[in-house]
Protein backbone atom coordinates (compact mmCIF):
# COMPACT_ATOMS: atom_id res chain seq x y z
CA UNK A 1 0.00 0.00 0.00
CA UNK A 2 0.75 3.63 -0.02
CA UNK A 3 3.15 5.05 2.50
CA UNK A 4 0.99 6.84 4.97
CA UNK A 5 2.45 10.41 5.97
CA UNK A 6 2.07 10.42 9.82
CA UNK A 7 1.67 14.00 10.47
CA UNK A 8 -0.54 14.95 13.14
CA UNK A 9 -2.35 17.47 11.30
CA UNK A 10 -5.85 18.10 12.75
CA UNK A 11 -7.02 18.47 16.45
CA UNK A 12 -9.98 17.01 16.71
CA UNK A 13 -12.13 19.05 20.11
CA UNK A 14 -14.66 17.79 21.91
CA UNK A 15 -17.56 19.38 24.36
CA UNK A 16 -19.67 18.00 26.96
CA UNK A 17 -22.52 20.05 28.27
CA UNK A 18 -23.06 21.69 24.76
CA UNK A 19 -24.50 19.03 23.69
CA UNK A 20 -27.27 18.70 25.56
CA UNK A 21 -28.40 22.05 24.48
CA UNK A 22 -31.31 22.46 22.13
CA UNK A 23 -30.63 22.35 18.16
CA UNK A 24 -30.73 26.46 18.38
CA UNK A 25 -28.99 26.69 21.66
CA UNK A 26 -26.28 24.47 20.64
CA UNK A 27 -25.61 25.49 17.08
CA UNK A 28 -25.25 29.80 18.82
CA UNK A 29 -22.56 27.97 21.43
CA UNK A 30 -20.49 25.99 18.90
CA UNK A 31 -20.41 29.14 16.88
CA UNK A 32 -18.94 30.93 20.00
CA UNK A 33 -16.23 27.87 20.84
CA UNK A 34 -15.14 27.86 17.41
CA UNK A 35 -14.74 31.14 17.67
CA UNK A 36 -12.83 31.61 20.88
CA UNK A 37 -10.49 28.67 19.67
CA UNK A 38 -9.45 30.99 16.94
CA UNK A 39 -9.08 33.35 19.70
CA UNK A 40 -6.73 31.40 21.56
CA UNK A 41 -4.58 30.38 18.65
CA UNK A 42 -3.69 33.24 16.94
CA UNK A 43 -2.95 34.36 20.68
CA UNK A 44 -0.31 32.06 20.66
CA UNK A 45 0.80 32.46 17.50
CA UNK A 46 -0.37 29.05 16.26
CA UNK A 47 -1.01 28.75 11.70
CA UNK A 48 -4.60 27.28 11.98
CA UNK A 49 -8.25 27.17 10.97
CA UNK A 50 -10.63 25.91 12.68
CA UNK A 51 -13.72 24.01 11.22
CA UNK A 52 -17.18 23.32 12.82
CA UNK A 53 -18.42 20.34 11.59
CA UNK A 54 -20.85 17.41 12.87
CA UNK A 55 -20.37 18.34 17.19
CA UNK A 56 -16.36 18.07 16.63
CA UNK A 57 -14.70 21.44 16.23
CA UNK A 58 -11.42 20.84 14.02
CA UNK A 59 -8.17 22.61 14.42
CA UNK A 60 -6.46 22.35 11.22
CA UNK A 61 -2.80 23.50 11.19
CA UNK A 62 -1.19 24.66 8.86
CA UNK A 63 2.38 23.83 10.03
CA UNK A 64 2.05 20.50 12.07
CA UNK A 65 4.86 21.15 13.67
CA UNK A 66 3.01 23.60 16.07
CA UNK A 67 0.07 20.27 16.94
CA UNK A 68 1.41 20.22 20.35
CA UNK A 69 0.68 24.17 21.31
CA UNK A 70 -2.70 23.62 18.82
CA UNK A 71 -3.33 21.12 21.88
CA UNK A 72 -2.24 23.27 24.69
CA UNK A 73 -4.35 26.04 22.99
CA UNK A 74 -7.57 23.91 22.75
CA UNK A 75 -7.29 22.32 26.31
CA UNK A 76 -7.09 26.28 27.73
CA UNK A 77 -10.46 26.77 26.23
CA UNK A 78 -13.50 27.18 28.28
CA UNK A 79 -16.17 24.73 27.15
CA UNK A 80 -13.18 22.16 26.10
CA UNK A 81 -13.55 18.79 27.26
CA UNK A 82 -11.17 16.20 25.40
CA UNK A 83 -8.16 17.86 22.48
CA UNK A 84 -6.83 14.61 20.45
CA UNK A 85 -3.69 15.29 18.16
CA UNK A 86 -4.78 13.16 14.91
CA UNK A 87 -3.63 12.32 11.49
CA UNK A 88 -5.66 13.09 8.81
CA UNK A 89 -6.43 10.13 6.14
CA UNK A 90 -9.03 8.41 3.81
CA UNK A 91 -12.03 6.87 5.31
CA UNK A 92 -10.72 3.37 4.00
CA UNK A 93 -10.26 0.04 5.92
CA UNK A 94 -6.88 -0.61 4.10
CA UNK A 95 -5.52 3.20 4.93
CA UNK A 96 -7.18 3.03 8.34
CA UNK A 97 -5.04 -0.36 8.84
CA UNK A 98 -2.11 1.15 7.81
CA UNK A 99 -2.28 4.58 9.64
CA UNK A 100 -2.84 2.20 13.20
CA UNK A 101 0.42 0.00 12.41
CA UNK A 102 2.61 3.17 11.37
CA UNK A 103 1.32 4.96 15.07
CA UNK A 104 2.06 1.34 16.57
CA UNK A 105 5.41 1.60 15.71
CA UNK A 106 6.20 5.08 17.29
CA UNK A 107 5.09 3.40 20.51
CA UNK A 108 7.56 3.01 22.89
CA UNK A 109 6.24 1.66 26.12
CA UNK A 110 2.88 0.48 25.18
CA UNK A 111 2.00 -2.69 27.66
CA UNK A 112 -1.80 -2.34 26.85
CA UNK A 113 -4.05 -0.83 24.51
CA UNK A 114 -7.81 -0.54 22.28
CA UNK A 115 -8.71 0.32 19.29
CA UNK A 116 -11.71 2.72 19.13
CA UNK A 117 -13.57 3.07 16.23
CA UNK A 118 -16.85 5.47 15.58
CA UNK A 119 -18.20 6.40 12.39
CA UNK A 120 -20.52 9.08 11.05
CA UNK A 121 -22.41 9.16 7.55
CA UNK A 122 -24.12 7.05 5.31
CA UNK A 123 -23.16 3.17 5.93
CA UNK A 124 -22.73 2.73 2.68
CA UNK A 125 -19.44 5.41 2.57
CA UNK A 126 -17.13 2.95 4.41
CA UNK A 127 -15.78 -0.74 3.49
CA UNK A 128 -16.23 -1.75 7.41
CA UNK A 129 -18.01 -2.11 10.08
CA UNK A 130 -17.04 -0.29 13.27
CA UNK A 131 -16.48 -3.86 15.72
CA UNK A 132 -14.80 -5.28 12.46
CA UNK A 133 -12.19 -2.56 12.23
CA UNK A 134 -11.31 -2.69 16.02
CA UNK A 135 -10.97 -6.32 15.15
CA UNK A 136 -8.46 -6.07 12.52
CA UNK A 137 -6.52 -2.80 13.82
CA UNK A 138 -5.91 -4.35 17.04
CA UNK A 139 -4.86 -7.69 15.58
CA UNK A 140 -2.30 -5.05 13.46
CA UNK A 141 -1.11 -3.46 16.41
CA UNK A 142 -0.73 -6.39 18.52
CA UNK A 143 1.62 -8.13 15.89
CA UNK A 144 3.33 -4.62 15.86
CA UNK A 145 4.58 -4.21 19.10
CA UNK A 146 3.34 -7.34 20.93
CA UNK A 147 1.64 -4.76 23.27
CA UNK A 148 -2.18 -6.71 24.21
CA UNK A 149 -5.80 -5.55 24.46
CA UNK A 150 -7.00 -4.42 27.44
CA UNK A 151 -10.50 -2.56 27.14
CA UNK A 152 -10.76 -1.12 30.32
CA UNK A 153 -7.76 0.52 31.13
CA UNK A 154 -5.34 0.49 28.32
CA UNK A 155 -1.95 2.36 27.81
CA UNK A 156 -3.15 3.80 24.84
CA UNK A 157 -5.93 4.12 22.77
CA UNK A 158 -5.83 4.50 19.48
CA UNK A 159 -9.20 6.42 18.46
CA UNK A 160 -10.62 6.22 15.01
CA UNK A 161 -13.54 8.32 14.13
CA UNK A 162 -14.16 8.22 10.45
CA UNK A 163 -16.60 10.79 8.61
CA UNK A 164 -17.84 9.89 5.01
CA UNK A 165 -15.22 11.76 3.60
CA UNK A 166 -11.96 11.40 5.53
CA UNK A 167 -10.59 10.13 9.19
CA UNK A 168 -8.80 11.15 12.09
CA UNK A 169 -6.98 8.71 14.23
CA UNK A 170 -5.20 9.90 17.15
CA UNK A 171 -3.57 8.32 19.52
CA UNK A 172 -3.57 10.60 22.90
CA UNK A 173 -6.07 12.28 24.04
CA UNK A 174 -5.56 15.38 26.75
CA UNK A 175 -8.34 17.15 29.11
CA UNK A 176 -10.23 20.24 28.58
CA UNK A 177 -11.12 22.81 31.27
CA UNK A 178 -15.35 22.01 30.59
CA UNK A 179 -17.95 24.10 31.10
CA UNK A 180 -19.25 26.28 28.41
CA UNK A 181 -18.03 28.82 25.66
CA UNK A 182 -16.19 32.23 27.34
CA UNK A 183 -19.37 34.79 25.88
CA UNK A 184 -22.16 32.65 26.56
CA UNK A 185 -23.64 33.38 29.94
CA UNK A 186 -23.07 37.27 29.89
CA UNK A 187 -20.58 39.55 32.15
CA UNK A 188 -19.73 39.48 35.57
CA UNK A 189 -16.91 41.39 37.88
CA UNK A 190 -14.92 39.51 39.79
CA UNK A 191 -13.32 40.93 43.21
CA UNK A 192 -9.33 39.94 42.59
CA UNK A 193 -7.10 40.61 45.36
CA UNK A 194 -3.89 39.01 43.77
CA UNK A 195 -4.16 36.43 46.88
CA UNK A 196 -4.21 32.82 45.91
CA UNK A 197 -8.52 32.13 46.41
CA UNK A 198 -9.89 34.88 44.20
CA UNK A 199 -8.37 34.59 40.61
CA UNK A 200 -9.48 30.81 41.27
CA UNK A 201 -12.68 32.39 41.79
CA UNK A 202 -12.72 34.50 38.70
CA UNK A 203 -11.57 31.34 36.52
CA UNK A 204 -14.43 28.94 37.95
CA UNK A 205 -16.95 31.36 36.71
CA UNK A 206 -15.15 32.22 33.13
CA UNK A 207 -15.61 28.31 33.10
CA UNK A 208 -19.37 28.53 33.18
CA UNK A 209 -19.32 31.22 29.92
CA UNK A 210 -19.55 34.47 31.74
CA UNK A 211 -16.93 37.17 30.77
CA UNK A 212 -15.39 38.50 33.77
CA UNK A 213 -13.70 41.92 34.46
CA UNK A 214 -11.29 42.22 37.42
CA UNK A 215 -11.41 45.09 39.92
CA UNK A 216 -8.72 45.17 42.62
CA UNK A 217 -9.42 47.67 45.39
CA UNK A 218 -6.65 50.20 46.48
CA UNK A 219 -5.72 49.70 49.89
CA UNK A 220 -3.87 52.53 50.16
CA UNK A 221 -1.34 52.40 52.57
CA UNK A 222 -3.02 48.80 53.67
CA UNK A 223 -2.12 47.43 50.50
CA UNK A 224 0.99 49.12 48.49
CA UNK A 225 1.78 49.58 44.79
CA UNK A 226 3.48 45.38 44.83
CA UNK A 227 0.38 44.69 46.21
CA UNK A 228 -1.46 45.61 43.11
CA UNK A 229 1.54 44.41 40.84
CA UNK A 230 1.12 41.61 42.24
CA UNK A 231 -3.08 41.70 41.52
CA UNK A 232 -2.40 42.77 38.04
CA UNK A 233 -0.42 39.89 37.61
CA UNK A 234 -2.96 37.40 37.99
CA UNK A 235 -5.16 39.29 36.51
CA UNK A 236 -2.99 38.72 33.57
CA UNK A 237 -2.86 35.34 33.56
CA UNK A 238 -7.12 35.06 33.83
CA UNK A 239 -7.10 37.62 30.77
CA UNK A 240 -4.50 34.94 28.53
CA UNK A 241 -7.58 32.04 29.33
CA UNK A 242 -9.96 34.95 27.70
CA UNK A 243 -8.24 36.85 24.24
CA UNK A 244 -11.19 37.42 22.84
CA UNK A 245 -12.48 40.00 25.14
CA UNK A 246 -12.10 42.89 26.64
CA UNK A 247 -10.90 41.80 30.48
CA UNK A 248 -8.68 44.62 31.44
CA UNK A 249 -8.64 44.98 34.98
CA UNK A 250 -10.14 47.98 37.11
CA UNK A 251 -8.15 49.43 39.85
CA UNK A 252 -10.29 51.25 42.25
CA UNK A 253 -8.83 53.73 44.57
CA UNK A 254 -10.00 53.38 48.29
CA UNK A 255 -7.00 53.93 50.29
CA UNK A 256 -8.85 56.98 51.86
CA UNK A 257 -11.70 54.60 53.16
CA UNK A 258 -9.68 52.02 54.23
CA UNK A 259 -7.62 54.11 56.49
CA UNK A 260 -10.87 55.79 58.36
CA UNK A 261 -12.19 52.43 58.40
CA UNK A 262 -8.92 51.51 60.32
CA UNK A 263 -8.82 54.47 62.57
CA UNK A 264 -12.71 54.55 63.59
CA UNK A 265 -14.16 50.90 63.09
CA UNK A 266 -13.64 48.44 66.03
CA UNK A 267 -14.61 44.41 65.54
CA UNK A 268 -16.77 45.02 62.55
CA UNK A 269 -14.28 46.67 60.48
CA UNK A 270 -13.58 44.01 57.95
CA UNK A 271 -16.94 44.02 57.73
CA UNK A 272 -17.25 47.56 56.65
CA UNK A 273 -14.55 46.52 54.18
CA UNK A 274 -16.18 43.91 52.73
CA UNK A 275 -19.27 46.19 52.04
CA UNK A 276 -17.40 48.46 50.98
CA UNK A 277 -15.81 46.30 48.40
CA UNK A 278 -19.17 44.97 47.19
CA UNK A 279 -20.26 47.80 46.52
CA UNK A 280 -17.76 48.85 44.58
CA UNK A 281 -17.83 46.16 42.48
CA UNK A 282 -21.28 46.64 41.99
CA UNK A 283 -20.99 50.18 40.75
CA UNK A 284 -18.57 48.82 38.53
CA UNK A 285 -20.83 45.93 37.42
CA UNK A 286 -23.63 48.25 36.47
CA UNK A 287 -21.48 50.56 34.83
CA UNK A 288 -20.35 47.61 32.34
CA UNK A 289 -23.63 45.52 31.71
CA UNK A 290 -22.24 43.03 34.08
CA UNK A 291 -25.42 40.75 36.24
CA UNK A 292 -23.03 39.46 39.20
CA UNK A 293 -19.70 39.87 41.46
CA UNK A 294 -17.77 37.45 42.43
CA UNK A 295 -15.40 36.62 45.11
CA UNK A 296 -13.05 34.39 46.37
CA UNK A 297 -14.93 33.71 49.49
CA UNK A 298 -14.77 30.37 51.45
CA UNK A 299 -17.23 29.55 54.26
CA UNK A 300 -15.21 29.75 57.79
CA UNK A 301 -12.24 30.85 56.14
CA UNK A 302 -11.86 33.92 57.57
CA UNK A 303 -13.24 35.90 60.32
CA UNK A 304 -15.54 37.90 57.42
CA UNK A 305 -16.53 34.86 55.98
CA UNK A 306 -19.11 33.38 57.95
CA UNK A 307 -22.54 32.48 57.40
CA UNK A 308 -24.39 35.21 59.14
CA UNK A 309 -21.27 37.69 58.00
CA UNK A 310 -22.31 37.02 54.38
CA UNK A 311 -25.76 38.43 55.01
CA UNK A 312 -24.30 41.49 57.05
CA UNK A 313 -22.01 42.12 53.62
CA UNK A 314 -24.53 41.26 51.12
CA UNK A 315 -27.03 43.39 52.69
CA UNK A 316 -25.01 46.59 50.42
CA UNK A 317 -25.83 45.48 47.27
CA UNK A 318 -28.97 44.25 45.27
CA UNK A 319 -26.53 42.08 42.70
CA UNK A 320 -25.78 38.88 42.80
CA UNK A 321 -22.60 37.76 44.54
CA UNK A 322 -21.31 35.30 43.11
CA UNK A 323 -18.77 32.62 45.70
CA UNK A 324 -17.73 29.57 43.82
CA UNK A 325 -15.27 28.51 45.88
CA UNK A 326 -17.68 28.69 49.09
CA UNK A 327 -17.67 24.98 49.44
CA UNK A 328 -13.74 24.41 48.75
CA UNK A 329 -11.11 23.62 50.92
CA UNK A 330 -8.14 25.75 50.99
CA UNK A 331 -5.74 22.82 49.69
CA UNK A 332 -8.09 21.88 47.17
CA UNK A 333 -8.10 26.00 45.77
CA UNK A 334 -4.41 25.59 45.83
CA UNK A 335 -3.95 22.89 44.07
CA UNK A 336 -6.10 24.28 41.04
CA UNK A 337 -4.42 27.94 41.26
CA UNK A 338 -0.96 25.87 40.76
CA UNK A 339 -3.04 23.95 37.58
CA UNK A 340 -4.21 27.20 35.76
CA UNK A 341 -0.85 29.24 36.28
CA UNK A 342 -1.90 31.81 39.02
CA UNK A 343 -0.45 30.04 42.15
CA UNK A 344 3.65 31.69 41.33
CA UNK A 345 2.21 35.46 41.09
CA UNK A 346 -0.52 35.33 44.16
CA UNK A 347 2.35 33.99 46.22
CA UNK A 348 4.38 36.82 45.66
CA UNK A 349 5.68 38.60 48.67
CA UNK A 350 4.08 41.62 49.36
CA UNK A 351 4.60 44.16 52.09
CA UNK A 352 1.58 45.28 53.70
CA UNK A 353 0.15 46.50 56.97
CA UNK A 354 -3.01 44.62 58.16
CA UNK A 355 -5.86 45.94 58.38
CA UNK A 356 -8.15 43.16 60.46
CA UNK A 357 -8.47 44.09 64.20
CA UNK A 358 -7.21 42.10 66.89
CA UNK A 359 -10.75 40.69 67.52
CA UNK A 360 -13.02 40.72 64.85
CA UNK A 361 -16.54 40.13 64.85
CA UNK A 362 -17.40 36.46 63.25
CA UNK A 363 -21.34 36.80 64.45
CA UNK A 364 -22.25 40.29 63.29
CA UNK A 365 -25.94 41.72 63.50
CA UNK A 366 -26.77 44.54 60.59
CA UNK A 367 -27.64 46.91 62.87
CA UNK A 368 -24.16 47.23 64.82
CA UNK A 369 -22.46 47.28 61.36
CA UNK A 370 -24.31 49.73 60.10
CA UNK A 371 -24.32 52.10 63.46
CA UNK A 372 -20.28 51.84 63.51
CA UNK A 373 -19.64 52.41 60.18
CA UNK A 374 -18.08 56.14 58.89
CA UNK A 375 -20.44 58.60 57.47
CA UNK A 376 -21.83 57.66 53.75
CA UNK A 377 -19.05 54.94 53.35
CA UNK A 378 -20.85 53.06 50.69
CA UNK A 379 -22.08 56.47 48.50
CA UNK A 380 -17.99 57.42 49.19
CA UNK A 381 -17.61 53.71 47.81
CA UNK A 382 -19.66 54.45 44.54
CA UNK A 383 -17.60 57.35 43.81
CA UNK A 384 -14.08 55.95 44.19
CA UNK A 385 -16.24 52.86 41.91
CA UNK A 386 -16.07 55.39 39.12
CA UNK A 387 -12.55 57.00 39.56
CA UNK A 388 -11.57 53.25 38.44
CA UNK A 389 -8.26 52.76 36.47
CA UNK A 390 -8.23 50.75 33.79
CA UNK A 391 -4.89 48.58 33.05
CA UNK A 392 -4.05 47.78 29.62
CA UNK A 393 -2.76 44.27 29.99
CA UNK A 394 -1.41 41.34 27.04
CA UNK A 395 -2.38 39.20 25.70
CA UNK A 396 -4.80 42.32 24.20
CA UNK A 397 -7.82 41.77 22.22
CA UNK A 398 -7.82 41.87 18.67
CA UNK A 399 -9.50 45.18 18.11
CA UNK A 400 -10.62 43.45 14.56
CA UNK A 401 -12.53 41.23 16.16
CA UNK A 402 -16.36 41.84 16.56
CA UNK A 403 -17.37 41.58 20.31
CA UNK A 404 -19.63 39.01 21.42
CA UNK A 405 -22.89 40.92 22.46
CA UNK A 406 -25.71 39.67 24.47
CA UNK A 407 -27.19 39.19 20.75
CA UNK A 408 -25.14 36.25 20.60
CA UNK A 409 -25.62 34.86 23.61
P1 LIG B 1 -7.88 35.84 48.39
O1 LIG B 1 -9.20 35.23 48.66
O2 LIG B 1 -7.81 36.43 47.02
O3 LIG B 1 -6.73 34.96 48.66
P2 LIG B 1 -7.87 36.46 51.00
O4 LIG B 1 -7.92 35.01 51.19
O5 LIG B 1 -6.80 37.24 51.66
O6 LIG B 1 -7.80 36.89 49.48
P3 LIG B 1 -9.85 38.10 52.06
O7 LIG B 1 -8.81 39.13 52.25
O8 LIG B 1 -10.69 37.71 53.19
O9 LIG B 1 -9.31 36.81 51.45
O10 LIG B 1 -10.80 38.57 50.91
C1 LIG B 1 -11.96 37.90 50.59
C2 LIG B 1 -12.34 38.25 49.17
O11 LIG B 1 -12.52 39.65 49.05
C3 LIG B 1 -11.28 37.89 48.17
O12 LIG B 1 -11.39 36.55 47.74
C4 LIG B 1 -11.58 38.86 47.05
O13 LIG B 1 -12.66 38.41 46.27
C5 LIG B 1 -12.01 40.09 47.81
N1 LIG B 1 -10.88 41.01 48.06
C6 LIG B 1 -10.09 41.08 49.14
N2 LIG B 1 -9.19 42.08 49.03
C7 LIG B 1 -9.42 42.67 47.84
C8 LIG B 1 -8.84 43.76 47.12
N3 LIG B 1 -7.83 44.49 47.62
N4 LIG B 1 -9.36 44.08 45.92
C9 LIG B 1 -10.37 43.37 45.39
N5 LIG B 1 -10.95 42.34 46.00
C10 LIG B 1 -10.50 41.99 47.22
MG1 LIG C 1 -9.45 34.01 50.78
Not at 106 to 111: A, I, M, V
Not at 241 to 261: N, Q, W, Y
Not at 269 to 289: C, D, N, P, Q
Not at 366 to 384: K, N, Q, Y
Request: aromatic share 4%.
Amino acid sequence: MEPVALERDTVVVSYGEIGTKSSKVRGRMERTLVSNLAAMLDARGVDAEVERRWSRPLIHLRNPEQVEAATDAATDTFGVVTARPAVTCAPDRETLVGVLESLAGEQTEERSFAVRVSRAGAKSAHDFGSRELERVGGAAVEERTGASVDLDDPDVTYRIEAREDEAFVSTNERGGPGGLPLGTQGKAVALVSGGIDSPVAAWEVMKRGCVVVPVYVDLGEFGGPDHEARAVSTMRRLAAFAPEFDVRPRVVPAGGLVAELAAEVGATRMLSLRRTMLRIGETVAKELGAHAVVTGESLGQKSSQTGPNFAVTDAVTTVPVYRPLLTRDKSDIVAQARRIGTYDDSTLPVGCERVAPSRPETNAALADVEAAEPEALLSRAEDAAREARVVEVEPRRDPERPELGPESL
